[in-house]
């Protein structure tokens, strides 16, 4: 299930920027600036979650839930303010972190766009990650195959629904890459 996870997460990145590739290549590296933010979350979050599956599965397999349950939560928070000490800056100042990775006008435009929407949600994918290994520990895989699958449908295809349907493009597809990561972390 782990693979499967981990397949999903990169699945949404590459089906996301096969749907942006359409806007040109600026928006195709302006995005994956965003792309690289958010994977940065993730060894943050498995520094946190690695401890997390095996004190979950140590609560779990002496019986005692409650334990595990307050486990989990402690970790999930600390992995909420380690990813949002990272991610929050970037939401605030994201001309400024999208500066730090590119010198073309074009591509710092649209990172900065992207930035500005999906920042925000980062630490929500934090939060999710941190929720994953503690569910890994308690063997309770399908809040995350859940969470997982609806990250994946919310950003590609809430993002064709916001950017083709609607009409709100690149930011529209941002948007949906936000509420995805929001999804993933809020039902982990």
């Known amino acids: 299930v782990a693979c499967v996870m981990a397949s999903i997460a990169n699945l949404a990145t590459i089906l996301v920027t096969a749907r942006i590739a359409s806007h040109g290549a600026a928006a195709v590296a302006g995005y994956g600036i965003s792309a690289r933010m958010e994977f940065l979350m993730i060894p943050l979050a498995f520094g946190v979650g690695s401890a997390l599956t095996a004190l979950v599965g140590r609560a779990v397999g002496g019986g005692d839930w409650p334990e595990a349950r307050r486990i989990a939560w402690t970790g999930a928070v600390l992995a909420l303010g380690v ?93 949906a890459v936000a509420l995805g990561i929001t999804a993933y972390g809020a039902l982990c």
Not at 129 to 141: K, L, N, P, T
Request: proline share 6%; charged share 5%.
């Open 83 to 175: 990813t949002g000490a990272i991610a929050l800056p970037v939401a605030i100042f994201p001309a400024a972190t999208a500066a730090a990775f590119t010198t073309d006008p074009a591509v710092r435009a649209i990172a900065t766009e992207a930035l500005s929407i999906i920042a925000w949600a980062m630490p929500g994918f934090g939060l999710g990650m941190a929720f994953y290994f503690a569910a890994m520990g308690a063997g309770r895989m399908a809040f995350p195959v859940v969470a997982g699958l609806s990250r994946i449908g919310l950003a590609v295809g809430g993002g064709w629904v916001l950017s083709d349907v609607l009409g709100y493009g690149l930011p529209g597809q941002f948007l």
